[in-house]
């Protein structure tokens, strides 16, 4: 009778919680049912419960011990609209080379706490991402925060964002080639993740999906470089000593100066077809990549170099795609402009009038500034499963070039291979990688080489341990990199 | 004539016991057919909680599970909550390899290649391919026997799928033999057993019979992940928009 009951009930009920209510008016009193339908999860946690209690298990017995602490875990977790996640993080870097302070060998200890706390309603969501640094470098201690994202979203048909957020367009592993509006962040060399390969940029995004495809129009104001540090590339290493004095390179890059006051705007759209995802994009706004214009200044001591960064307007058009083939993961990301600014070469006539200025009794001279020329940059990538479930190797090549690099300084962070491999042990707690970038731009070309080992505790706890190598030899773009050799170890506690 | 009447005969009962093993299949195939016949649900959401239990640690993971069936074609989308937001999209259709995506934490979107579908989901003893629907015509059946589990008698199914490809060698099914209801699925790798799916704890909602405990666990005893739904709504309004990969990068 009780279980003709219950099945009655069932049909007439839709989900499993009113199944639960149903199963206590099959059993319990009116007031109960009431009850139940006033709290319906709890009531369904509670039968679950119950139930399970009431299978044929030996009070004492191991199988009867386990099931209830399986239960135990997989109890109810309450409801919350508001949710906090992050973690918490120490870490050492010992250098292995000379610093940018000339220390032979240096060793950091940073702290950091991030928070990521969400808030959800039927309306809207609310995130933020924000991170608390403090760092104890050998000569100098730092404190900081940051807010990576800070957003809030909703919509039905029309979906829109607003807030400090990242883009995370594109489908590459290492290069990323066609995400304009995140800002790049340099600091972490060889981050994977996109919430440490970008920082989040105050825009508006609204997304209209149709089908598999969608439509996405975004906003940003450009008020600081697209990259961060921003005068990463700019060394000048040819012009140290003239007949005026020794020149003193210098970034107007503080705070003040590096302010723009811009607007970058995109359109993208994309989608799936027969298997393969695709997205093209347009873009008008600041230029992304680096170029600076050059000014030499008389001082009491000598000469400044001063460099500026440039960042035009520049359209950009852009395409990625991302396609499966067996084993294989394929993945594809290219651009083209045909206004990127390139910074003038300087060459020996310029250099000869620009100190001719100088030792004629000019303050400044202008010696290398900036022009606009057609670019393109790509990147194929692609990863193979070699053996077992998680032995892969990646692999990615990228090129940037102006169309003419005849009387212009060449792209730097271009003809890159980078190639890792990595796999896992002991259900995924060990996880080991190996990886080099080499820079094939010439005979001697210059490579990195790092590794990585993580061991996930599987309670919140992960340690770190890895080293990054540079062999620059006489390439200029892994120069940049020289005092950079590290051993770093980390700790870190989700929660 | 009665020679010939004798001849046939003998053909005849020479060809019953040639096809006997067909019958048997028959049989395998309509047992099948019934056990594909249970409705499923055109759509449905679930409230998750995924324990993966390796080495002696537990892993809690939770989820929200979004289904829709168009036709014979399926989209699932697996969004987790907890320990971190990512998000899994599973496009089915017959007569062609599941497609699937992962969000990883970061926020990136990465396609799955067909071969990494027998590699762990979400880190659990569930492969890729165990969260892509199956259909009856990919596979070949053939009742081996009955068994009980846990006291409902079964029948014993051994599953092999057709064409190449497949992630398992073969699996064998037990088909309860009066609801039609699968009860436990053993899966073998090159012939050897290397896993145990059981389903338990049934609940009829909406008519649609729902095992909402399914517990994965190697053969070799060294460790399993259960998977158990929490909450569900069968037959809810799922918008397409929100079973795509542009839905999943947002």
Sequence with gaps: MIIALCKKDIRSDTTDNNISTSRIRAFTAPGIFKQAVVAPLLVATMISFADLHAQQQPEDSPARQEQDDLMSLLKESPKNSFDLKGFAEISSDTGLSDNEYGEQSFYNMGARTKFRPAYSSQKFKAYADIDFFAKSYSHVKEYSFETSEFYIEGGNSLLWKTGKQRFNWGVADIFSIVNPMDQIDLRESFARDNDEKFCGVYALRLTYIKGDYAIEAAARPVTEPLMRPAGFYAIHADLQDTPAGTVTPGYKDSDAERKIKNAAFALRGGGTTSGLDWHLFVYSGPQPRSAYSSTLERTDTGLNLTMEPIFDRVTIIGVDAAFAMGKLNTRFEGIYSPDMVASEKIDDQQKTVAMSQIMGGSDSALLQDGTSRNYYSYGVGADYNLWGNYGTVYCEWMQARFVDESDIEKELQSDILALRIEDSFFSQALNLSAGSMIRIDNMSAGYALTTEAEYDFKNGLTATAGAYYFVPNSDTYMQLFEDMNMIYLRMRFSF | ?250
């Design chain 2, 1 to 250: 004539m009665k020679t010939a009447n004798r001849i046939l005969i003998s053909i005849a009962a020479i060809a019953t016991l040639t096809v006997s093993p067909l019958i048997s299949q028959e049989s395998a195939d309509a047992i099948m057919k019934k056990n594909d016949g249970i409705p499923s649900g055109q759509s449905f959401k679930r409230e998750m909680t995924l324990l993966v239990i390796k080495q002696g640690v537990t892993e809690k993971k939770e989820f929200t599970g979004f289904s829709k069936k168009q036709g014979r074609s399926r989209r699932s989308l697996m969004q987790f909550t907890h320990p971190t937001e990512m998000g899994f999209l599973v496009w089915d259709n017959p007569g062609e390899e599941s497609q699937q995506w992962i969000k990883l934490s970061g926020g990136r979107v990465r396609r799955i290649a067909s071969t990494d579908k027998g590699k762990p989901w979400m880190n659990s003893h569930f492969y890729n391919d165990d969260v892509s629907e199956k259909y009856i015509e990919d596979y070949k059946y053939e009742l081996i026997g009955g068994e009980s589990v846990n006291g409902t008698p079964c029948y014993k199914i051994r599953s092999v799928k057709k064409g190449t490809g497949a992630t398992y060698s073969k699996t064998e099914v037990y088909i309860g033999k009066e609801d039609y209801l699968t009860y436990r699925v053993d899966y073998f790798e090159g012939g050897r057993h290397v896993k145990t799916l059981t389903l338990t704890r049934y609940e009829n909602i909406l008519n649609i019979p729902t095992a909402r405990m399914l517990t994965m666990e190697r053969a070799d005893g060294k460790g399993k992940s259960v998977l158990y739904i929490k909450s569900i709504r069968y037959n809810i309004s799922i918008d397409d928009r929100e079973l795509t990969r542009e839905a999943l990068a947002k």
